[in-house]
């Protein structure tokens, strides 16, 4: 069983472009997580989504930031107009249904550097 | 509101010599807490939890943490360090009424030959 796939694995942006990180959950995982990793850091929460749905963006910029999870594919998060600040590990973690608070299992990071 | 402490952004051990790894945790309601492990650019693994079954949890490669609900804490130690260890670990605290994680900001474990 495969696990948590994110993907680039590394990600160089210019100022003002977008990113775009992709996440794969875990076969049978229907909910996703978002974490963001500044330097020094521990992880802060980011987005909750289940399929189609966002269910707690709480921990999300209010501008620029936005996230996805369609019905077919994976979870995408998107940073438009990136700045210096975005750089961090971005990390994504999937659970089963109704497990989300007591097991999360995360993908290896994308790591984006903004210049 | 939950959050963690990790006290101590640096430790240092022998090899061979005990590793202790502190958390603190402030929680309203029951926790769950897990301690994680970070290699160098790569994601977390999960090391052990707790979600409220027998206070000392048994992880992998020989560490374990102990849930003291008096002291809200919940250290993480191994008898034997091993130049393996050396990595980044992070306490993390959830509870049965929300779905996110809160992280500490993580304890550098460095090994010494």
């Known amino acids: 069983n495969a696990g948590v796939m994110q993907n680039p694995r590394h990600l160089v942006r210019r100022r003002g472009q977008e990113a775009r990180l992709r996440c794969s959950p875990m076969k049978g995982h229907s909910h996703v997580y978002w974490y963001r990793q500044l330097p020094e850091e521990g992880l802060k929460f980011m987005v909750y989504l289940q399929k189609e749905n966002i269910i707690d963006e709480s921990g999300m910029p209010k501008e620029r930031f936005s996230a996805e999870f369609p019905k077919e594919g994976p979870s995408i998060l998107r940073i438009q107009q990136v700045v210096r600040g975005d750089s961090a590990a971005y990390f994504c973690?999937?659970?089963?249904?109704?497990?989300?608070?007591?097991?999360?299992?995360f993908g290896p990071g994308t790591r984006l550097t903004v210049l | 509101a939950q959050s963690v402490t990790q006290l101590g952004s640096h430790v240092s051990v022998s090899e061979g010599a005990l590793v202790l790894l502190r958390c603190n945790y402030s929680?309203?309601?029951?926790?769950?807490l897990f301690w994680y492990v970070q290699y160098p650019n790569q994601g977390l693994q999960l090391l052990l939890k707790y979600t409220s079954a027998a206070t000392l949890v048994k992880g992998i490669n020989g560490f374990e943490a102990e849930f003291k609900k008096s002291e809200t804490s919940f250290h993480l130690t191994k008898p034997s360090a091993h130049m393996s260890d050396a990595a980044e670990y992070f306490c993390?605290?959830?509870?049965?009424?929300?779905?996110?994680?809160?992280f500490g900001t993580g304890t550098s474990l460095t090994v010494i030959p």
């Open positions: 993390a605290v959830s509870v049965n009424t929300g779905n996110q994680f809160y």
């Open positions: 929680s309203s309601v029951p926790p769950y």
């Open positions: 973690a999937s659970s089963p249904p109704g497990t989300g608070n007591n097991e999360q299992f």
